[in-house]
């Protein structure tokens, strides 16, 4: 494949529209050996034409469009499976013998798959001939390196001899009209990483690197441009253009291919984000959410008691979430999760099982509820449990244990309890997470967090809420901005964070502590779970006088301090116990009453039942 030459003469007229990194090579060609392009190398890359419209080109042959402006005759690429082959020429152009002889570009056979061999002499007359003007790409070089990093001993040989050759044939150059100074007959080497290379490779007076970077905003737009024709799709192309943020060109491309498949023409949005998800159905989206969220109250106060105006709260950012209204302030949508929360509150007053609610209601089932504990992610280095060890440290092939939750269930809801435990560079992934809905993990592959809710959960500035009477309007008010005061001294002052406060913006939300009514409802509530477990665990049916159901509520609430999980405790020793050695010498079927709750002389609780 050639290109043609006017397109090749017009590209210093061209050269303000071309990418950065082809300018790069352009400018640098005159005293340039080596190029070591490194980055978004397998991407598709927006090249002006001489027309003036834009297309897409490969990596090599954007590199050709640069080389064949400047009057080179071929450009040769070497990979080991391909061998040695003559990609480009110009119009016109004959290969000389020498070159044919020399490179065997003749042989009916490429050289040996999965070899470097003969990439020295290649390297060789590329570098020293007076017959031709050509340039060589060598290519797969990154992934010729074994797991112990080796490099085959040909390819050592070869970037030897091209270093050489640098260094001795400054006088092998030719002059172009097109160009000031004579040019050199360069060798690029595509890597994924520079250090996929020699030490030795990397710097030098003939040496230069050239990363290729994801597409910025006006790239991305005129790739929008391309793909999204205004006349076809107004205002589409815009709008695509900043929600592709982060994604390569084939990326993009790839998610309009499925925005045709799917005969959605105006939701680009919900294309790209089942392009980074790998999902196409999503519940945020779902007509059936919304009929949910108009009987939200019902659903979480059922299970999390007393906490009305927490409810509250949580609805409110559960409505702006699922009407896309997350950050709406901002010019352009956000590209941050769907909502973030920050629960504070005494243990036992509703924190987690406020989030197993929220799952059950967005996404159908608590099973999409992803917990960490963070009081075990408190040591140095617990970072890498989340995102994945790095390339050659042990746990590597496993991933992160957060990355990998996300990435099965990408539509979730994220718990880590108790934050202010965790290690402080794990708030940095945080940090990272709430402001670009994506992490990189240990792999360097991006997950996304932007259909999740990330909830975070302390019991911050509790210490200072004592004597707060919270049955009056007032007291709860005092005791919500007590609170409050308290979570923010601990990110500003304490883990000098400031800007993870300000990510998770006006979202906290306070638990009361448990009165004696609400606790009565749970212990209530709690007793009618406990009869149904019983029933289907054990095949009998346990019936409780009101007189036993009174004394048990009493018994649960005598201790608030732990809160709901205190008043679970209880019923289990109060309860739960004695009724099961009760029912171990029964038949597992029938039925049985609880007429008396009651305790034997060493104080352990009893329960009076009749057949």
Request: glycine share 10%.
């Amino acid at each position: 494949m050639s290109v043609q030459s006017s397109a090749a003469d017009s590209f210093e007229a061209q050269n303000q529209a071309m990418p950065l990194w082809l300018r790069s090579i352009h400018a640098a060609l005159p005293m340039t050996s080596h190029f070591i392009v490194h980055g978004a190398i397998r991407d598709r890359h927006v090249v002006p034409t001489a027309t003036g419209l834009p297309t897409f080109r490969t990596t090599v042959e954007a590199i050709w469009g640069v080389l064949a402006s400047s009057g080179f005759d071929c450009l040769l690429t070497y990979s080991p499976l391909d061998g040695m082959v003559l990609a480009h020429q110009r119009d016109g152009w004959r290969p000389p013998e020498s070159l044919n002889n020399a490179l065997g570009l003749d042989a009916r056979d490429p050289a040996p798959p999965i070899d470097f061999h003969g990439l020295d002499a290649a390297i060789g007359y590329v570098q020293t001939t007076h017959d031709a003007k050509p340039a060589l790409l060598v290519e797969y070089v990154s992934q010729a390196n074994g797991l112990d990093g080796d490099r085959p001993s040909q390819l050592n040989v070869a970037m030897l001899m091209a270093l050489r050759n640098a260094h001795r044939t400054t006088g092998v150059q030719f002059k172009h009209d097109a160009r000031r100074r004579a040019l050199r007959h360069p060798v690029f080497w595509l890597v994924d990483h520079p250090n996929d290379l020699p030490t030795w490779m990397l710097s030098g007076d003939t040496i230069r690197q050239v990363p290729i970077g994801r597409p910025e905003l006006p790239t991305r737009a005129a790739v929008a441009s391309v793909l999204l024709p205004e006349a076809a799709a107004p205002g589409v192309a815009a709008r695509f253009a900043d929600a592709t943020e982060g994604l390569s060109v084939n990326a993009m491309i790839d998610a309009v291919a499925f925005l045709h498949a799917s005969g959605g023409a105006g939701d680009i949005d919900g294309a790209v984000r089942a392009y980074r998800v790998g999902v196409s159905e999503n519940p945020w989206r779902n007509l059936q959410l919304r009929e949910k969220l108009q009987d939200g109250h019902q659903h979480l106060e059922a299970r999390v008691k007393g906490q009305s105006r927490a409810v509250q709260r949580v609805l409110d950012l559960l409505i702006r979430s699922a009407m896309g209204l997350t950050s709406a302030h901002q010019r352009r949508p956000g590209t941050g999760v769907r909502g973030v929360l920050y629960f504070s509150g005494a243990t036992g007053v509703g924190k987690t099982e406020m989030a197993k609610a929220i799952a059950e209601l967005v996404f159908g089932k608590e099973e999409a509820l992803i917990r960490f504990d963070m009081s075990e992610f408190s040591g140095e280095g617990s970072d890498l449990r989340l995102i994945g060890s790095p390339p050659g440290y042990v746990g590597h092939s496993s991933g992160g244990e957060l990355t990998n939750a996300v990435r099965r269930r990408p539509f979730s809801v994220v718990l880590f309890d108790e934050i202010d435990k965790a290690d402080g560079r794990i708030l940095d992934k945080f940090l990272q997470i709430l402001s670009d809905g994506r992490l990189t993990d240990g792999s360097g592959d991006t997950v996304y967090f932007t259909d999740t809710i990330i909830i975070f959960t302390s019991n911050q500035g509790l210490l200072n809420t004592d004597g707060i009477d919270t049955d009056t309007e007032e007291g709860l008010q005092e005791y919500e901005d007590t609170v409050r005061r308290a979570v923010e001294r601990f990110f500003t002052d304490q883990l000098n964070r400031p800007e993870l406060l300000g990510r998770i913006g006006d979202n906290i939300v306070t638990f009361r502590p448990i009165t004696e009514r609400v606790g009565r409802e749970l212990a209530d509530a709690f007793l009618d779970t406990i009869l149904t477990r019983v029933a289907t665990a054990t095949g009998v049916t346990v019936e409780l006088t009101a007189q036993a159901r009174d004394v048990l509520i009493g018994a649960a609430v005598a201790d608030l301090s732990k809160g709901g999980r205190g008043i679970g405790l209880a019923l289990e020793s109060v309860f739960v116990n004695p009724l099961a050695r009760e029912l171990f010498l029964l038949p597992s079927h029938g039925s049985v009453a609880v007429e008396g709750i009651g305790k034997a002389s060493d104080g352990t609780p009893t329960v009076q039942v009749r057949l």
